[in-house]
């Protein structure tokens, strides 16, 4: 895929055709690739592609690259022959966009788009090295302008200029002969450079490196970054972060940079760029294994592949991975590991995984302990047989104002895989609260049922949670969610299961089904319930949908001879019923204050604009008491368009035999009646 769109690219830079490029930048965000040295504008400079500059340059300039693809054998050459001598600068470094123009004598250019930019050390000085190779002029910066000289060379001049290149390649040949590093063409590394078990603070004036399987046991300074940059060869890894690291960019084959986050230190503004390269049995994250400290302003691009393996000793827990990291912890309560306005992008990442590996990706983490907020996840994600959560796999701290864009596909032809898919988070046991989902979700089993006595897979997703086991608050899903297969099927635009509440939210994305037997709500697919006995009584569980609005369109369809419940707001309401010393008392699950104005087009078993099917006690009483002298009620409030199918579904009994029902604890009414309502205005205003 890499190389299609390597030479899809290429050949719209050269061909300078803005039309072809305009429809790989919808797709792709080529913007931020890079053909080997070379950054997508830098190729635009080089090929006098005017079309593509003018129409991208001011953006271009100001992006960061990050995926890098192969680099074209015409492409070097042609830069060969435009470098010149100028050459040896580009070993391995980048040619920036200004440092191309300089190259090409583009001088007007170079001068217009300076004052826009905010250059590092080492672009600037390879900026003074091209002009002094090409003609033995110097440049200035001063402020924001760019001072270059002009003047003719003479003969002298140029002969000297000669004699210092004959120089610089003997001195290069010497260097590689003899294996020494030098730090004038590439990176030293960086705990031979610095005392890095020191508490002093040092500010980088050059790259640096990590070598192959290299461990800093400690690593307790300040580093500021000054916009250059740390390679971690695969395998590199710091064991002890307790120091600051800050303005600097980190290049990673896809191990955790680091291993162990503090609670005394500090991961800002930092831009990892991960090339994974991962087949493991071990969970692991691209920037931290464990963190109790604070990763803030962090951006991560990630391409490549992680592959899951399964253990030798059969051990069938989840293998946990992070894109930023595996797990953030508290510590006594009073140290809590935070991660804040994180950005994370994937771009032509996948994940395989054997079945028995059981594998799990979360977009920014893989566990939560801490506190999770304000973090972006952006791109693609593509998965076979291996489960992924947009922002985090078990939550069980804060997750808060949490956003995820990418669209995650995950399919599987495992005959004892379930696929599950979700925006945030996959089980969460603690608070999510204002996080948003626009990206497509999708989890497709292409597996048969094996035999008679055998299931074929079960397929979940939802918009924001898979499993709710305490509270989904002021959340909204706007992405597709998609589920196929040939078993049962779990989804909803909010959640697929829950045991606890989601309050506040808003579900507006396409779901679209296609199973045997189907439990899919516009907010919730199938309200779970669980008890336990106490010392004092019992203590329940259950799922409430309360004050939600679903906005979009349901499609389901049933195959086989399986039983489809599809609810505008919840698909399955189940109960349980307990003996108490007053008799048998029945609980299950409460759909209040909701809102369904979105369209059914399901034409399935049994559909209900508030609830697909309900256990027949909780229907036919809709109250319950819990010896507080309050009646609650199952379902009250609820509104949904008139001329929808009405409110119910159907109702069933322990022996699965379902029945009709009458509406109950809900209103018909116009669109433009319910838009009025006060409480219905109230649930915009908290999700938007």
Not at 215 to 241: P, Q, R
Not at 309 to 334: H, I, P, W
Not at 410 to 432: E, H, K, M, Y
Not at 492 to 514: F, P, Q, R, W
């Amino acid at each position: 895929m890499s190389q299609q769109i390597e030479e899809t690219l290429l050949q719209a830079i050269k061909k300078d055709d803005i039309k072809a490029f305009d429809a790989l930048m919808e797709t792709t965000q080529c913007g931020a690739y890079r053909l080997g040295r070379f950054p997508v504008l830098s190729l635009m400079y080089l090929y006098k592609s005017r079309k593509l500059i003018s129409a991208y340059e001011s953006m271009f300039l100001k992006t960061t690259n990050s995926v890098t693809l192969s680099e074209p054998a015409e492409v070097s050459k042609k830069f060969s022959a435009k470098a010149g001598k100028c050459l040896r600068l580009y070993f391995n470094e980048v040619v920036s966009p200004l440092e191309m123009l300089l190259i090409l004598d583009d001088t007007k250019r170079l001068k217009r788009v300076y004052p826009t930019l905010s250059l590092s050390s080492a672009v600037k000085g390879r900026l003074k090295s091209i002009y002094f190779i090409k003609y033995s002029l110097n440049i200035k910066f001063e402020g924001n302008e760019i001072i270059i000289e002009r003047r003719p060379l003479n003969y002298r001049e140029k002969k000297k200029i000669a004699a210092v290149c004959i120089s610089v390649i003997l001195v290069i040949a010497i260097v590689v002969s003899s294996s020494v590093i030098s730090s004038v063409f590439a990176p030293v590394r960086l705990d031979k450079y610095y005392d890095l078990t020191s508490n002093e603070t040092f500010t980088l004036d050059q790259d640096f490196y990590v070598t192959k399987n290299h461990s800093i046991e400690e690593f307790n300074c300040t580093i500021i970054g000054n916009g250059h940059k740390i390679v971690f060869d695969k395998g590199a890894t710091i064991k002890n972060f307790n120091g600051n690291i800050s303005d600097v960019t980190i290049e990673s084959a896809g191990e955790a940079v680091f291993a162990f986050v503090s609670e005394s230190a500090k991961i800002e503004n930092v831009t990892f760029n991960v090339i994974a390269d991962i087949s493991t049995s071990e969970a692991t994250a691209f920037v931290a294994t464990t963190n109790y400290g604070v990763i803030e302003n962090v951006t991560v691009n990630v391409s490549g592949k992680i592959n899951a393996l399964a253990k030798s000793d059969n051990v069938t827990e989840e293998l946990t991975f992070g894109g930023v990291v595996l797990q953030n912890y508290v510590r006594n309560n009073n140290v809590v590991g935070t991660i804040k306005n994180c950005v994370v992008n994937y771009s032509q990442f996948s994940l395989v995984g054997e079945a028995s590996a059981n594998a799990v990706f979360g977009g920014v983490a893989g566990v939560n302990n801490g506190y999770l907020q304000d973090c972006k996840v952006k791109g693609q994600i593509v998965a076979d047989t291996f489960d992924i959560a947009g922002v985090c796999s078990l939550n069980n701290g804060f997750l808060s104002d949490n956003v995820n864009e990418a669209e995650l596909y995950q399919t599987s032809s495992d005959a004892g895989w379930n696929p599950i898919v979700c925006g945030i988070v996959l089980r969460n046991n603690f608070s999510v609260e204002d996080c948003k989902n626009t990206g497509k979700i999708s989890a497709i089993s292409n597996s048969d049922i094996v035999s008679q006595d055998s299931k074929a897979p079960t397929v979940s997703a939802a918009g924001i949670a898979y499993l709710n086991n305490h509270t989904v608050g002021g959340c909204k899903n706007s992405g597709a969610v998609t589920a196929v297969g040939k078993g049962e099927a779990y989804v909803g635009g909010i959640s697929a299961h829950s045991y606890a509440k989601i309050t506040d939210c808003l579900s507006s994305g396409e779901i679209t089904v296609t199973a045997d037997t189907v439990y899919a709500g516009g907010i919730l697919g199938f309200s779970e319930i669980y008890y336990t006995a106490t010392l004092t009584g019992y203590s329940f569980a259950w799922g409430n949908t309360v004050n939600c609005i679903s906005q979009g369109k349901i499609s389901v369809t049933s195959i086989g001879d399986g039983v489809a419940s599809v609810g505008g707001i919840v698909g399955y309401v189940d109960e349980v019923g307990i003996e108490l010393s007053s008799g048998k008392s029945y609980f299950g699950g409460e759909v209040k204050g909701c809102y369904f104005v979105g369209e059914l087009t399901s034409d399935v078993d049994y559909s209900g604009s508030i609830v697909g099917v309900c256990a027949e006690n909780i229907y036919e009483n809709n109250s319950y008491n819990l010896n507080d002298g309050v009646d609650y009620y199952n379902f009250d409030g609820n509104y949904y368009l008139v001329g929808s199918v009405n409110a119910f579904g159907a109702k069933v009994t322990d022996d699965k035999e379902h029945s009709s029902v009458e509406d109950k604890g809900a209103t018909a009414a116009t669109i433009e009646v319910i838009q009025n309502l006060e409480a219905y205005k109230s649930i915009l205003k908290k999700v938007n």
